[in-house]
């Protein structure tokens, strides 16, 4: 699975979610900073990516778009820089690894 980290999250995630074994890119690494958020759905969508982010515009660009995908994980907790809370969302992603797989259509 590929994800890419979306600008408000740190750099610091590429490790965790790594670790399972995932393409995993930051943002930063691949286009502008500035970028608008449906040019990072566009390249997510080509690449077959899932988005990881705090960002709720990219939920409802997604669904106005009325687009198959990509998958966005939008991320809420306190604090993204425990190393515990990211151990436990790395975790859950890869649970949920077949079912973001198929945000595309």
Same mark, same amino acid.
């Given at each position: 699975?590929?994800? &890419?980290?979306?600008?408000? +999250?740190?750099?610091?995630? =590429?490790?965790?979610?790594? $670790?399972? *074994? ?28 899932? &988005?990881?982010?705090?960002? +709720?515009?990219?939920?409802? =660009?997604?669904?106005?778009? $009325?687009? *198959? ?37």
């Amino acid at each position: 699975m590929k994800l &890419v980290v979306d600008m408000n +999250l740190s750099p610091e995630w =590429l490790p965790f979610l790594r $670790r399972t *074994g995932w393409d995993v890119r930051h943002w930063h690494d691949i286009g502008a900073e500035t970028a608008e958020d449906d040019e990072i759905l566009f390249w997510a969508r080509t690449e077959r990516a899932v &988005v990881f982010t705090q960002d +709720l515009d990219f939920v409802q =660009l997604l669904h106005a778009s $009325r687009a *198959g995908g990509p998958s966005v994980i939008l991320l809420r907790i306190p604090n993204e820089h425990d190393d515990r809370l990211r151990r436990y969302v790395a975790a859950i992603i890869h649970q949920a690894e077949k079912e973001l797989d198929r945000g595309y259509s």
